[in-house]
């Protein structure tokens, strides 16, 4: 079991089990909701996760596409997708301790800002990740 939530505690969640992965997202729509160069998510089955607060609101961000956060502090919580049916994508860092879910890879790696390089040995994948690798992390 973990726990997260927001900035101001209005929102709050709690994941049972364990993930289905956890990644590095370059896409510039996660870079747009996060404000950030890189967002790195933990998927898990929707089933797994409860939200305990109610003041979660979501925004439609293309079609099919549904990214949640607090109505009271604007911290992102969650992207949701029909593409991805029947799984919820967290933000590793809205949980209390984001230590314990360790990134696998890097997804839309071809939209990354090309002055950030995280110096790991993870596969870089073009898309989300379902095929092969374009890249490999820099060898330590």
């Not at 993930?19 to 997202?25: E, L, R």
């Not at 593409?83 to 696998?104: M, N, R, W």
């Amino acid at each position: 079991m973990a726990e997260g939530g927001c900035l101001c505690g209005n929102v709050r969640f709690v994941s049972e089990g364990d993930p289905k992965w956890v990644a590095h997202c370059h896409c510039s729509s996660c870079r747009r909701h996060t404000g950030s160069a890189v967002a790195t998510f933990v998927g898990f089955e929707r089933g797994q996760v409860t939200f305990a607060t109610p003041a979660r609101s979501v925004y439609s961000s293309s079609p099919g596409v549904f990214r949640s956060f607090c109505n009271h502090c604007g911290t992102p919580i969650a992207y949701e997708a029909e593409s991805a049916k029947g799984e919820i994508h967290l933000y590793v860092c809205t949980f209390d301790e984001p230590e314990q879910f360790v990134p696998q890879a890097h997804v839309h790696f071809t939209e990354r800002v090309p002055w950030v390089e995280l110096h790991d040995d993870l596969p870089r994948f073009a898309d989300t990740g379902g095929g092969t690798p374009i890249a490999f992390g820099p060898k330590k």
